[in-house]
């Protein structure tokens, strides 16, 4: 468990999965949320390498994954 708390804090992934989330849990559809957070995660990533860092897929995959799970809980409650 430890050391998934110390992977989440690396790059600061917790806040693409939460960023993600929140994208997909205000989603108007399946494709709106999708789409947004493929955007959102490459425009994140794209700063990033433009900063002189260099591109994280896994950072990008996380904020597309939580957008998922974010429009998934969200479609289910509503």
Avoid: P
Wanted: with cysteine.
């Amino acid at each position: 468990m430890k050391k998934l708390i110390e992977w989440f804090k690396q790059s600061n992934r917790w806040k693409h999965l939460l960023g993600g989330f929140i994208i997909g849990a205000f989603s108007f559809s399946d494709y709106c949320a999708l789409y947004a957070s493929a955007i959102s995660a490459a425009s994140l990533e794209y700063k990033d390498k433009a900063y002189g860092g260099k591109w994280d897929w896994i950072d990008f995959g996380l904020t597309v994954a939580g957008a998922c799970v974010g429009r998934l809980i969200f479609r289910w409650w509503l």
